[in-house]
């Protein structure tokens, strides 16, 4: 099987390294030339996890998302869902037919307010049972240091989302594979959006205890708004049962809410210090997937209608000019 990568930045080229250092031959796409002939002639990203170098000879590196769907079987989506309905919009309906898509995608495609999975079939009659999530916890930091970390593989048949993973476990990658395509997608979304109010509470002096009993009511907020969804897109019994405390769920938010490899957390923190939204986004020069899908679960739960007050407030101070001194405050009040 062929494996394809679109995206090169810092979890995209983890990607590659876990897939090539398994020896396994890769085409891999690049928006700027300049980077991908870097790679070419140095081995190695030169704007991202510069210390990995890779064996060049397995990868087949070019600018044309085309190239890299046509010549593969596998095509894993790594890029910010900001960005992903430019590159796919840009493509002929068919060309997904008769492949798999795995998305490494942590965010709600903020023009749309959809998962990845719904874009597809509106725009490319692309069915579920072809499609495949790649999620942590996981940061590309410890990937590049070979630190052992664990991947969760979803897909509406474990199966198949099973031979998928094969091709990236390794002695510093172990693979764990779960059937809650939707809710997997859903958690990676939220805890974008906690572990960025954790950044704005550590911002504004808030302690190591507050923080603790905070990602607590985070958790609990994900399973109730987890167990309605369910109770609106499903009637399987297999999807009551869900452990909302494993790896792809609770493991995730926890390692993204405290860890200093965060985005999310390093955003909220200059907002918490009074940076403005887009004065952090200078700074960061980096995408915190959690802005965009603060606004998106917001949107979305209006449909939903879960008691989500903690990512209501983190909304609010982001979106609505709530200063995030008051939002904590406000905050502060719920907490159990």
Not at 13 to 27: E, F, G, M, R
Not at 59 to 68: G, Y
Request: glycine share 6%; proline share 2%.
């Amino acid at each position: 099987m062929q494996i394809g990568l679109i995206g090169s930045g810092s979890w995209a080229t983890a990607i590659a390294k876990i897939l090539t250092d398994n020896n396994n031959s890769l085409y891999w796409h690049f928006r700027n030339s300049n980077s991908l002939q870097h790679l070419q002639q140095r081995k190695h990203n030169p704007h991202y996890l510069s210390s990995i170098y890779f064996n060049t000879s397995l990868l087949n590196l070019t600018t044309t998302v085309t190239e890299v769907i046509t010549n593969s079987d596998i095509i894993i989506i790594a890029v910010p869902s900001a960005y992903i309905e430019n590159i796919l919009e840009q493509l002929p309906t068919h060309i997904f037919e008769h492949k798999k898509i795995v998305s490494a995608i942590k965010g709600i495609l903020p023009n749309s307010n959809q998962l990845l999975n719904d874009y597809l079939e509106k725009h490319f009659n692309f069915q579920l049972e072809n499609y495949f999530t790649l999620l942590g916890p996981c940061h590309a930091e410890e990937v590049a240091a070979e630190k052992l970390s664990y991947l969760t593989f979803s897909g509406i048949d474990e199966i198949k989302a099973l031979s998928i993973a094969t091709f990236f476990k390794s002695d510093y990658i172990n693979v764990v594979t779960n059937h809650d395509i939707i809710g997997v997608q859903y958690a990676a979304v939220l805890k974008n959006i906690y572990a960025l109010g954790a950044g704005i509470a550590h911002g504004l002096d808030y302690g190591d205890n507050f923080l603790s009993v905070y990602i607590a009511n985070c958790a609990h907020e994900m399973g109730i708004f987890f167990r309605k969804l369910i109770w609106l897109k499903e009637n399987e019994e297999s999807y009551k049962n869900l452990n909302y405390a494993a790896s792809v769920y609770l493991g995730d938010l926890l390692v993204t809410c405290y860890s200093l490899y965060s985005r999310n957390r390093t955003f909220g923190n200059m907002i918490g210090k009074g940076y403005s939204v887009k004065a952090a986004q200078l700074e960061m020069n980096m995408v915190a997937e959690g802005y965009n899908a603060s606004k998106c679960i917001y949107t979305i739960n209006q449909s939903v209608n879960a008691e989500i007050p903690i990512a209501t407030i983190i909304y609010e101070i982001l979106w609505e000019q709530v200063s995030a001194e008051e939002g904590f405050k406000k905050m502060e009040k719920l907490m159990v």
